[in-house]
């Protein structure tokens, strides 16, 4: 079965970094757009970042310069590195892959990301 496996989350100070990891199996990977989400306690859930099988990259306007996605079609993993983390940050993030051609989608289980001194 397809399984999305976030990793990488964990308390930092601000200003501080992290990278998450979103491990994919069970699906053609390469053919997949993966997105960062995120959501906050008592907050809807929002994009982050998403990066497309062709390799387009979209940010929320407010991780732009701060965070950057990457994906390694080989490992089936896309990374989120996030620098200059604030406590807005603060949030579970996860990751989501969809398949445009056949709108098949999968979530993962979430990593959480706090972000306190």
């Known amino acids: 079965q397809v399984q999305l496996v976030e990793s990488g989350g964990g308390l930092v100070q601000p200003g501080g970094s992290l990278r998450l990891s979103c491990a994919a199996s069970?699906?053609?990977?390469?053919?997949?757009?993966i997105t960062w989400y995120r959501q906050a306690p008592g907050k809807q859930r929002e994009l982050v970042a998403g990066?497309?099988?062709?390799?387009?990259?979209n940010y929320a306007d407010f991780v732009k310069v701060r965070f950057t996605i990457s994906r390694d079609n080989v490992k089936n993993t896309v990374y989120l590195q996030m620098n200059s983390l604030k406590p807005e940050d603060t949030a579970v993030y996860y990751c989501?892959?969809?398949?445009?051609?056949?709108?098949?989608?999968?979530w993962g289980q979430g990593t959480q990301v706090t972000v306190s001194s």
């Open positions: 989501n892959a969809v398949r445009v051609a056949t709108m098949d989608a999968y």
């Open positions: 069970g699906l053609t990977f390469r053919f997949y757009t």
């Open positions: 990066i497309t099988s062709g390799g387009s990259l």
